[in-house]
Nanobody, 117 residues
Framework: QVQLVESGGGLVQPGGSLRLSCAAS??????????MGWYRQAPGNQRELVAS???????RYADSVKGRFTISRDNAKNTVYLQMNSLKPEDTNVYSC?????????WGRGTLVTVSS
């Protein structure tokens, strides 16, 4: 199985930047490259995909963050990153990391991002 630990959240002013990290560990096969992504809670308590990166390196972004956020990964470190620029108050949320392993979803506990002046 997979354990995910997020870090990098905090308080930032509008227009500022943060970089989130998600480190994967566990009993999964060493070196296995997973599909991974970042999610946040949308209105209606729905899970919203913010950004994802496939095992092959294909990226996807929510329309609301295109041009501002960038997802990347370091497979040697089993870590995925989310560079967040030009942050807006509406970006305030708990950001959770997701990984797919053998068709199963695994989730981190989340890291809080607060955008406020």
């Amino acid at each position: 199985q997979v354990q995910l630990v997020e870090s990098g959240g905090g308080l930032v002013q509008p227009g500022g930047s943060l970089r989130l990290s998600c480190a994967a560990s566990g009993s999964f096969f060493y070196g296995y490259v997973m599909d991974m992504g970042w999610y946040r809670q949308a209105p209606g308590n729905q899970r919203e995909l913010v950004a994802s990166i496939s095992s092959g390196g294909t990226t996807r972004y929510a329309d609301s963050v295109k041009g501002r956020f960038t997802i990347s990964r370091d497979n040697a470190k089993n870590t995925v990153y989310l560079q967040m620029n030009s942050l807006k108050p509406e970006d305030t949320n708990v950001y959770s990391c997701n990984a797919k392993f053998r068709g199963m979803d695994y989730w981190g506990r989340g890291t809080l991002v607060t955008v406020s002046s």
